[in-house]
């Protein structure tokens, strides 16, 4: 930062909300007063017009009456200004104004005053051009070489350069390859125009070679046309620079030496006649202007740059000479010749800050006073060190920001789910193939106990669930003031949901006198869905491929009592102990209960569909019992980890994953081919001799149709992909009971449980599910279920990959469960890290699941079976297997 600040010699701020840029500001002679004295220039979006001739006093003077020569609001906004030799006949300077849609120059001509209020100055319209095309900037010059006037050449939005010979127009020509405009100057060196294309590089073209190119204004061209010897627009050279550039700036101090000066987003160039660098600067910091301008020194070139800083630089070609600090971060800067003073830096802000200063220093006549020696009273320090501690505590207490007890919330939100399902689905875009997609209102209510600012609730139910509507914004809540809200919730994909839970969460503000806009804070609560949203009464089923059996402490509790939402009226006494639920989007779960046991068996054909069955047996048993003032029930599960069936749904799932991985090599190498054909044809078609297309047409949309194909694919892939892994979380829920059940973990041990199993919400490209589980599982083999010191000392690796196959994770899974087998304990501390003894069993695929005593009679069928094992098939009566003689009874 500079110690030393721009001298102000004359300042004034321009109107009230205007825009400026950096074709706005302009310094010259512009009423052609002989005095060599400039005028200041201006010209805002809003169209404003203001020409100024700063008279101060002394330095640092605000703007006087007189200063404003002339001050006219014109209809469009102002690009751009410039002072030339614009109109024929005379060599007068007038000003050319460049508007989006036309080009006006004017002659500016003052009148001595008669009387106190001075001269009197005005505009006179010599011409205007109206553009066929959006304007962006223009430059001037001698084009051609020509002697005692100056030509206008505007660029437009669209790549055009259209030229003017003073009052006529002369020809128009596109750039090459062109995309956005940059900025543009003109050489008169070499008579040629330079600018800075999208390529981020430096281009030249020849006014010659524009004026005999074809033109660009003749798009359809005739059998003579194509005949003619028209010629194409060429570059002369193109330097690459690497970045866009700001501005752009022909210097020709000496007639001998002609420099072009490019400043970048962080460099500036020098570059010689032919393109070549003479030599750039790397800058620290981000330019928003410059203007070179004549240094002492014979041989260099002084630079005045701008930067976001509200700093100007001024160096002598690479060499930083002198930094000073600006009020404003400067759009444009010029150096002007004012009331006999030369060299006056002129800068204007984009918000219409025009200053006039110089460099100098301002010394400092501060003296620091003499500090008074005395004896230092400790108590006194220490009595007001207490009072500021005091005061510091109560600044930052954290009263009113922590969360406080259910009881005294500022706001409390509540859901309140309806017992029954809706008379009238309210489901909306169900993908769901059942006839009728059942949804269940819940009741929403929003509390507030203190004002509460900008509160908005979210409703948020797990995929393939959905809400009919999950966002509401609400206005400032008043103390004791209530919002309630009415949404339902239904089944929209495909499949059923690992979860049948929803949480609602609102944000709002609570504003203390500390800050007054408010606290952020957090409130949310829970609720839990119907389990006949998702499936509903069947009939039961007495073969299934994958059953397990859950014991308790207490006696069997009749289904009618626990549930009666599934039980059918009409034949309550045979639905007692056995249950069918048929799943909306899925297979048939049957649930049995022992006469004589205290167990109970869950069966289906798929994995998955026994979570949620299960889960809600449990919860409804706890319900039961709790209710019966029961404190110790229990359940416990003894029979053998499905690892194998589980394990065949993490394959289909990183099956999917590794297929969408090929569909997205597939799509990028179509693209890529697809992109490569529009590029050969589109060359064919801009050819004014155009080549046989020999089948690019037929390969470009042969290859268009793989592209959608492949994409059609890939999005099937991702629906699967998402069906996988919603069967592979309620597989996993269903895993993580039975293993708590099994070891009889604690809540701790099922928390690190879940956190292993279940990190993620949803598969993502950049993180999967297989590599989260692995990495978490290792960690825990390698801390708290190590067999040794050796293990502990293993370093894991910190970066997550997707795996090639899954033969580490299911070998890693299996480890993991023989040792929670062999007594391994969960926990987050490697210290805990205890060793089973010899005599324990061993690994959980070997423990045998203990058999039913009693036969179960299937309603509507005479076939029995006992249990022995949960993914055996069971052999019936008739000495069949349960799948034969289902075959077997039916009609």
């Known amino acids: 930062m500079s110690l030393f600040k721009a001298r102000d010699w004359w300042s004034t701020i321009l109107g009230e909300k205007e825009e400026f840029d950096q074709g706005c500001l302009c310094v010259a002679d512009v009423d052609n007063s002989g005095s060599g004295q400039d005028k200041i220039i201006v010209g805002s979006y809003m169209g404003y017009l203001r020409i100024f001739n700063p008279h101060p006093v002394k330095p640092g003077d605000g703007i006087q009456p007189e200063d404003l020569l002339l001050e006219v609001q014109l209809r469009e906004p102002i690009l751009q200004v410039e002072v030339g030799k614009f109109v024929s006949g005379t060599e007068g300077l007038h000003l050319a104004v460049l508007h989006c849609r036309k080009l006006c120059v004017y002659a500016v001509s003052g009148t001595l005053g008669n009387v106190e209020h001075g001269n009197q100055y005005q505009i006179k319209l010599m011409y205007e051009h109206n553009l066929q095309r959006t304007a962006c900037n223009m430059t001037y010059g001698p084009f051609g070489g020509v002697k005692g006037r100056d030509l206008i050449c505007i660029q437009s939005m669209d790549g055009m350069l259209m030229l003017f010979e003073q009052e006529s127009y002369a020809f128009g020509r596109f750039l090459p390859g062109f995309l956005l405009p940059g900025p543009l100057t003109y050489s008169s060196r070499t008579d040629s125009f330079i600018t800075v294309s999208s390529c981020r590089q430096v281009e030249s073209y020849k006014y010659q070679v524009l004026a005999f190119a074809t033109d660009a204004d003749e798009r359809q061209e005739t059998e003579q046309q194509k005949l003619s010897s028209g010629k194409k627009v060429a570059v002369d050279w193109v330097l690459n620079i690497g970045e866009q550039a700001l501005d752009i700036c022909v210097v020709s101090f000496n007639q001998a030496v002609s420099s072009v000066f490019v400043l970048g987003e962080r460099n500036f160039f020098c570059l010689k006649d032919n393109g070549q660098i003479r030599f750039m600067k790397k800058l620290d910091y981000s330019p ?48 002007a010749n004012l009331q006999d003073l030369k060299g006056v830096i002129v800068t204007l802000s984009d918000n219409g800050h025009l200053q006039c200063s110089y460099l100098g220093t301002d010394p400092s006549f501060f003296q620091a006073p003499r500090v008074e020696s005395r004896e230092i009273n400790y108590e006194e320090f220490e009595a007001e060190m207490k ?66 600012q900008k509160p908005s609730l979210a409703v948020c139910v797990q995929a393939p669930l959905a809400v009919t509507c999950d966002q509401f914004v609400f206005d400032d809540l008043e103390p004791d003031s209530s919002e309630t809200v009415v949404v339902s919730v239904f089944l929209k994909g495909n499949c059923s949901p690992s979860e049948l839970e929803g949480n609602c969460v609102v944000s709002y503000n609570t504003p203390t006198e500390l800050n007054p806009e408010g606290i952020p804070k957090v409130a949310q609560c829970n609720f839990r869905l119907p389990l006949r ?26 289904f009618l009592t626990i549930f009666p939402d599934f039980v059918d009226p009409s034949s309550e006494d045979d639905q007692a102990n056995v249950l069918g639920f048929q799943f909306l989007t899925s297979s048939k779960t049957t649930l049995l209960a022992s006469k004589t046991s205290q167990r109970y068996r869950i069966q289906s054909d798929q994995l998955e569909d026994l979570w949620l069955i299960t889960k809600e047996l449990m919860l409804r048993l706890e319900e039961h019992f709790k209710k019966q003032n029961c404190k110790d029930f229990a359940c416990t599960f003894s029979g053998s980890i499905p690892l194998q069936e589980y394990f065949e749904l993490i394959d289909r799932h990183f099956e999917l994953r590794l297929n969408a991985e090929k569909f997205q090599e597939l799509l990028s190498e179509r693209a890529v081919q697809f992109r490569a054909i529009e590029r050969r044809l589109l060359t064919r078609f801009k050819d004014k001799t155009p080549a046989p297309l020999q089948h690019l047409d037929t390969l470009l949309e042969g290859t268009f149709r793989e592209v959608i194909a492949l994409a059609d694919a890939a999005e099937e892939n991702q629906a699967n992909m998402f069906q996988a892994f919603t069967k592979l979380r309620s597989a996993t829920h269903l895993m993580v009971t039975l293993i708590s059940l099994w070891q009889k973990l604690s809540a701790d041990q099922v928390a690190i449980l879940e956190a292993t199993f279940l990190p993620l919400a949803e598969d993502t490209p950049e993180l999967g599910w297989e590599e989260a589980v692995d990495a978490a599982i290792s960690y825990l083999l390698r801390t708290c279920l ?18 090639k196959d899954t033969s580490r994770l299911k070998k890693n899974i299996t480890l993991f469960c023989d040792r929670l087998a062999k007594g391994g304990r969960l926990s987050l501390s490697t210290d805990s890290a205890t060793q089973q003894p010899a005599g324990m069993p061993g690994g959980c695929a070997t423990i045998p699941e203990s058999d039913l005593e009693e036969r179960t009679v299937i309603l509507g069928s005479a076939a029995t079976f006992p249990s022995r094992g949960p993914m055996a098939r069971q052999k019936s009566k008739h000495g069949l297997s349960e799948d034969a003689a289902e075959q077997a009874e039916k009609p």
């Open 533 to 558: 949203l998702v499936c509903s009464p069947a009939q039961p089923s007495k073969a299934a491929n994958h059953k397990l059996t859950i014991d308790t402490n207490k006696p069997p509790v009749s």
């Open 288 to 335: 928003s202007c410059f203007i070179p301008y004549c240094s002492v020194k014979e041989g260099t070139i002084n630079t005045l740059v701008g930067n976001h800083s509200k700093m100007l630089n001024v160096y002598q070609d690479v060499t930083l000479k002198w930094a000073t600090q600006l009020p404003h971060v400067p759009v444009s800067v010029k150096v």
């Open 786 to 803: 190590s067999k040794s010191s050796k293990e502990q000392a293993l370093n894991l690796s910190s970066q997550l990959c997707m795996p």
């Open 387 to 452: 009072e500021l501690q005091k005061i510091i505590k109560e600044a930052t207490k954290t009263q009113g920001i922590l969360p406080k007890s259910e009881k005294h919330r500022d706001v409390i939100v509540t859901a309140e789910v309806s017992p029954d399902l809706d008379a009238e689905s309210q489901a909306i875009d169900s993908e769901v193939k059942a006839e009728v997609v059942p949804s269940v209102t819940v009741k929403v209510t929003v509390q507030s106990r203190v004002t509460a």
